[in-house]
T-cell receptor
Framework: NAGVTQTPKFRVLKTGQSMTLLCAQD?????MYWYRQDPGMGLRLIHY???????AKGEVPDGYNVSRLKKQNFLLGLESAAPSQTSVYFC?????????????FGQGTRLTVV | GENVEQHPSTLSVQEGDSAVIKCTYS??????FPWYKQELGKGPQLIID?????GEKKDQRIAVTLNKTAKHFSLHITETQPEDSAVYFC???????????FGPGTRLSVLP
């Protein structure tokens, strides 16, 4: 039982390159989230999904795209990376029932855009 | 949307002392009040949560108190230990909200 797994853990990109971050969960959770964390800025929501085939914008969605083709996977894409996207990215999941419950986080992906 | 603040932003205490972090929120419909702890290099992890029908909850050295009228809840850590050093986030939520909004975080340092 791995919980929430993020791939890769580290990556260095050149400006303009593209990449996809993968979040995989084995807890059968409906809700999945992508956050970015910058020094002194806390966690900011990029995009989220409330179920397979659904996505929605969060607080800072510009420059990112997401897909949820399978319930267990939530992908975050950067089409043309910019230095401002240098950050640590966290994926989180939650059961999605009406009763609020714990959110489970991955270990993070540290992305540097040069 | 929900506006969430935490105070203080940084807190240093001597080992063995108590620490209190306060979270204020704007949405009066919020009914779930969790606290997350983030250790260096790791993702946040839930340490304690409380629901709106309860005023206080305790789990060993940590406790959470809720004042729904004033729209704030607080994390209390007693007999602090070096391993309590971390960043703490609150994330109040209501039943119809589909996303988590986190507070800006409080960095706690426990000095030996």
């Amino acid at each position: 039982n791995a919980g929430v797994t993020q791939t890769p853990k580290f990556r260095v990109l050149k400006t303009g390159q593209s990449m996809t971050l993968l979040c995989a969960q084995d807890m059968n959770h409906e809700y999945m989230y992508w956050y970015r964390q910058d020094p002194g800025m806390g966690l900011r929501l990029i995009h989220y999904s409330v179920g397979e085939g659904t996505t929605a914008k969060g607080e800072v969605p510009d420059g990112y795209n997401v897909s949820r083709l399978k319930k267990q996977n939530f992908l975050l894409g950067l089409e043309s990376a910019a230095p401002s996207q240098t950050s640590v990215y966290f994926c989180a999941t939650q059961t999605g029932t009406l009763v609020n419950t714990e959110a489970f986080f991955g270990q993070g992906t540290r992305l540097t855009v040069v | 949307g929900e506006n969430v603040e935490q105070h203080p932003s940084t807190l240093s205490v001597q080992e063995g002392d108590s620490a209190v972090i306060k979270c204020t929120y704007s949405d009066s419909a919020s009914n779930y009040f969790p606290w997350y702890k983030q250790e260096l290099g790791k993702g946040p992890q839930l340490i304690i949560d409380i629901r709106s029908n309860v005023g206080e909850k305790k789990d060993q050295r940590i406790a959470v108190t809720l004042n729904k009228t004033a729209k704030h809840f607080s994390l209390h850590i007693t007999e602090t230990q070096p391993e309590d050093s971390a960043v703490y986030f609150c994330a109040p939520r209501n039943n119809y909200g589909q996303n988590f909004v986190f507070g800006p975080g409080t960095r706690l340092s426990v000095l030996p």
